[in-house]
């Protein structure tokens, strides 16, 4: 069993002293073990497969059940970020850029939210100048101004359309 090999069976001692109730309970731990190592299994193999959709068959008493509690609230919030994330996706390929994302969840899980929220922010309020500087432009006013102050292709985009609604 050290070596990983869960599968040993431990001989039973037939009378009721130390060393029987000391059998039982390392029959005991190894069913746990066993448990545990098969939900964690299969969460892992899951994982490896892109699927979140698993689900933990038990309860454990003690550290056991704390680790699989654990593992499975990590893969909740996993699977709500996916979920907003794919939900802010459909949004954008419908031609919907001003969503509302909640980023209030743990660690990486909240920060990657964050930055798709900031990024979609910049992404509208981008829209919402090259709006109004279109309309602009149909209304006949060629000096406009123009926020430019975004990073990379949204700034970029906007500083060309500063430019051109110049000249």
């Known amino acids: 069993m050290s070596d990983g090999d869960l599968s040993a069976e431990?001989?039973?001692?037939?009378?009721?002293?130390?060393?029987?109730?000391?059998?039982?309970?390392?029959?005991?731990?190894?069913?746990?073990?066993r448990g545990v190592f098969s939900q964690i299994g299969?969460?892992?193999?899951?994982?490896?497969?892109?699927?979140?959709?698993?689900?933990?068959?038990?309860?454990?008493?003690?550290?056991?059940?704390?680790?699989?509690?654990n593992l499975e609230a990590g893969a909740d919030e996993l699977a709500g970020s996916f979920e907003a994330i794919q939900g802010v996706s459909d949004d954008l390929q419908q031609g919907v850029i001003d969503?509302?994302?909640?980023?209030d969840r743990p660690g990486q899980y909240g920060d990657v939210l964050e930055d798709l929220a900031t990024g979609t922010t910049q992404l509208s309020e981008s829209f919402t100048q090259i709006s109004a500087v279109s309309q602009g432009l149909k209304d006949g006013r060629l000096d406009q101004t123009i926020d430019t102050d975004y990073p990379g292709t949204f700034g970029t985009a906007l500083r060309d359309l500063e430019e051109e609604s110049a000249s």
Do not use: C, K
């Open 10 to 33: 431990v001989d039973n001692h037939v009378e009721d002293d130390e060393i029987g109730r000391m059998v039982e309970a390392f029959t005991e731990m190894q069913t746990n073990l």
């Open 42 to 69: 299969t969460a892992s193999s899951g994982l490896r497969q892109g699927d979140l959709g698993w689900e933990f068959e038990a309860d454990y008493p003690g550290q056991y059940g704390e680790t699989i509690d």
């Open 99 to 103: 969503q509302n994302i909640d980023a």
